[in-house]
């Protein structure tokens, strides 16, 4: 399993980004698809998921109503949209894959990771 995320990025308060992760050696129908960041400083935390090839979607608390996750099962691509934008949100951001269970917020929980992408929010 590999997992690749991009789409980090400098921006404003209040601007939007959209993250990817490609990922190969699995099949999203049977994988949970995670996004966990980690702040300087903090322990890494859930921001979302989505399971069952995109049939349920999951978000922590802090980015509900303004962070969506998507799947691509064509491209074997999960995206994490991100709108309005606060400094809080700085972070580098994973991806993580758990093959074959249901859902976790739990970062021990996931197996595999990608390698991470910085996004930073100036205020």
């Known amino acids: 399993v590999q997992l690749q995320a991009s789409g980090g990025g400098l921006v404003q308060a209040g601007g939007s980004l959209r993250l990817s992760c490609a990922a190969s050696?699995?099949?999203?129908?049977?994988?949970?698809m995670g996004w966990f960041r980690q702040a300087p400083g903090k322990e890494r935390e859930f921001v979302s998921a989505?399971?069952?090839?995109?049939?349920?979607?999951y978000y922590g608390d802090s980015v509900k109503g303004r962070f969506t996750i998507s799947v691509d099962n064509a491209k074997n691509t999960v995206y994490l949209k991100m709108n309005s934008l606060k400094p809080e949100d700085t972070a580098v951001y994973y991806c993580?894959?758990?093959?074959?269970?249901?859902?976790?917020?739990?970062?021990?929980?996931?197996?595999?990771w990608g390698q991470g992408t910085l996004v930073t929010v100036s205020s």
């Open positions: 993580a894959a758990r093959i074959g269970y249901g859902y976790t917020p739990r970062v021990d929980d996931y197996p595999f």
């Open positions: 050696g699995l099949t999203f129908i049977n994988t949970v």
């Open positions: 989505i399971a069952r090839g995109g049939s349920n979607e």
